[in-house]
Nanobody, 111 residues
Framework: QVQLVESGGGLVQPGGSLRLSCAAS????????MAWYRQAPGKERELVAR???????NYADSVKGRFTISRDNVKNIGLLQMNSLKPEDTAVYYC?????WGQGTQVTVSS
């Protein structure tokens, strides 16, 4: 059974940082790659960043230079380091790998 469990969300002031984690079981990120998506209220889910099985990364234009996706192959954990956060980054962030999704973690950027 595949499980993806996100953690690390919370409330942060504009300009602050958060690091999201996605712990995987039943699926291997080094074989399948993984991605982070987000969905803000009233908006469609959008791709934030992804990392392929061979480590190639892609980012949404809105987060380039501020967010960094990575993974720990030993622990089978996906990470999203988010710096210089803006109010428009507020959303539920989801981890995904293949056809599988986590339950999401809320990120709120507000003063």
């Amino acid at each position: 059974q595949v499980q993806l469990v996100e953690s690390g969300g919370g409330l942060v002031q504009p300009g602050g940082s958060l690091r999201l984690s996605c712990a995987a079981s039943g699926i291997n990120f080094s074989w399948n790659g993984m991605a982070w998506y987000r969905q803000a209220p009233g908006k469609e889910r959008e791709l934030v960043a992804r990392i392929s099985r061979i480590g190639i990364t892609n980012y949404a234009d809105s987060v380039k230079g501020r967010f960094t996706i990575s993974r720990d192959n030993v622990k089978n954990i996906g990470l999203l380091q988010m710096n210089s956060l803006k109010p428009e980054d507020t959303a539920v962030y989801y981890c995904s790998s293949g056809e599988y999704w986590g339950q999401g973690t809320q990120v709120t950027v507000s003063s």
